[in-house]
T-cell receptor
């Protein structure tokens, strides 16, 4: 049963620290999304990749967030420095090609910045 | 830019009553539209998409291009339908998928 895997599941960190979240997409999926879920905004798209190339990261605060795909089996989302307002659940999802194909979600990383 | 709105953050209905979760979008073209659901302690998962025109777990959704809406409906709500529901849109077959803010559905026994 192929699944998207995210680590860590929970992260508590102090303001100013670097946070790295990792995602292993489903093998064969060429599209990866990063979303942030908050009570106020719902699911916000932060970035997405196709064939490891970033296509849109306009939803990401550029000064502190960065997203990369070092290889086809790993996507990373980094926050440096982290701030309390970054506290949220971060989801990774992968899809066969995006668009009209189903997006498969990971279980999320619950980040708390104190 | 395209946008998805879900006007109700919370919706409560009694078991057996009809339920409708509203979704409106802003996009001038013909988008791909979806409903995703997140049950308690489970992953967010696809419920249905408009291109397949199918009924999943008794839910249906009709695309109304004139009203730019894609409301989700079920004639008789069940307790197991209690969950968070997200409407989502992609401009093209290969585009990014953006989500609405979500509606939390609570079915009262």
């Amino acid at each position: 049963d192929a699944r998207v895997t995210q680590t860590p599941r929970h992260k508590v960190t102090e303001m100013g620290q670097e946070v790295t979240m990792r995602c292993q997409p489903i093998l064969g999926h060429n599209t990866v999304f990063w979303y942030r879920q908050t009570m106020m905004q719902g699911l916000e798209l932060l970035a997405y990749f196709r064939n490891r190339a970033p296509l849109d990261d306009s939803g990401m605060p550029k000064d502190r967030f960065s997203a990369e795909m070092p290889d086809a089996t790993l996507a990373t989302l980094k926050i440096q420095p982290s701030e309390p307002r970054d506290s949220a659940v971060y989801f990774c999802a992968s899809a066969l090609r995006g668009g009209d194909t189903e997006a498969f979600f990971g279980q999320g990383t619950r980040l708390t910045v104190v | 830019a395209q946008r998805v709105t879900q006007p109700e953050k919370l919706l409560s209905v009694f078991k057996g009553a009809p339920v409708e979760l509203k979704c409106n979008y802003s996009y001038s073209g013909s988008p791909e539209l979806f409903w995703y659901v997140q049950y308690s302690r489970q992953r967010l998962q696809l419920l249905l998409r408009h291109i397949s025109r199918e009924s999943i777990k008794g839910f249906t959704a009709d695309l109304n291009k004139g009203e730019t809406s894609f409301h989700l409906k079920k004639p008789f709500a069940q307790e197991e339908d209690s969950a968070m529901y997200y409407c989502a849109l992609a401009k093209t077959s290969y585009d990014k998928v953006i989500f609405g803010p979500g509606t939390s559905l609570s079915v009262i026994p």
